[in-house]
């Protein structure tokens, strides 16, 4: 998320913009078993038929057979995906509009807030306190929508909003901005023994209150941003502090995952936009099993957005390195589920 909250451009624009089918695809919840999908002739269905959908094929398949050199145990066979613009679309950044959500809230709660930053800016619109306040600026905001209250209070809130937020531009509730074809390669994966990890800049905690039901990914395997946590015995539960403990963006995110998963993943996979995601790739890379990376590139303006890095890093990185790379234009036959 902060590789993301760090774009001002974006981040002004939405404080200016945001106020007060086809019948084989699969998605995460659906009556389609897993174990279909993995037994079936075209198990991403969504995919354009072509070089990168038959590597991804070939290589599963190749990890998967015992008794061969290019084995891999199941449980090593890990998965990681970065969320925002690898799994659903990041423009607008959900993690921005839960926090305007947040502000309105906390405003009408307690009105004399209004007048305190960085809730004042936000209210009034003001674009020039976060240009001039820059990175500190943001992360301020997001510490005070997203911390001082217990976990069990922050989930209600994120519950709430995810119920009935609807996303700026393209008028549809938010499970409807996640990826299509994504979702099938995650079916994909569990199904052939991977387990499969979210790491993503965004504050875990937000990404937690909807990974198994947007996923099917359980909270325990999300690994995201995070604040300090405490101890209330008296309450018996825990609070966030408003003090980062990891940003899991750029080297933090192979940091997080020694740190919560304690192996590299095998298969990563991320996109192109900010560069947040090389260093997982990269770290992916230096497995000592066979290792896939994919980077997603953004350039499919008619049915999502095009846009690239200004310097093309993770583009260029990803031919320095052969990872591969997911034209949304050429490789995704269909980009966002029906519902």
Known sequence: MYKKLYVLPLFLFLLVSCKNKTEDATTVGNSNPTETIAASSNPLPSWNDGTLKSDIIAYVEKVTKEGTPDFIPVEDRIATFDNDGTLWAEKPYVQELFAFYRVKKMVEANPALEQKQPFKAVVEKDKTFFEKGGDKALIELVAATHTGMTEDEFEKEAKDFF????????????????????????????????????????????????????YGI??????????????????????????????????????????????????????????????????????????????????????????????????????KYKYHVISIKDDWKKVFPDK
Do not use: W
């Open 163 to 214: 119920t009935g937020a609807i996303f700026p531009g393209k008028n549809v509730p938010l499970k409807q901005i996640r990826y299509q074809p994504q979702l099938e390669l995650l079916n994909y994966l569990r199904a052939n023994g991977f387990k499969t990890f979210i790491v993503t800049g965004g504050t875990v905690e937000l990404v937690r209150a909807i990974s198994a039901d947007f």
């Open 218 to 319: 359980p909270k325990y395997q999300v690994v995201g941003t995070s604040f300090k946590y405490t101890f209330d015995d008296a309450a018996n539960s825990i609070k966030r502090e408003p003090a980062l403990d990891l940003l899991d963006d750029k080297v933090g995110k192979p940091v997080g995952i020694q740190l919560h998963i304690g192996q590299r993943p095998v298969f990563a996979c991320g996109n192109e936009g900010g560069a947040g995601d090389l260093a997982m790739l990269r770290y992916s890379s230096g497995s000592k099993y066979p290792s896939f990376q994919m980077i997603v590139n953004h350039n499919d303006s008619i049915r999502e957005y095009s846009y690239q890095e200004k310097d093309n890093l993770s583009l260029n990185t990803a031919a």
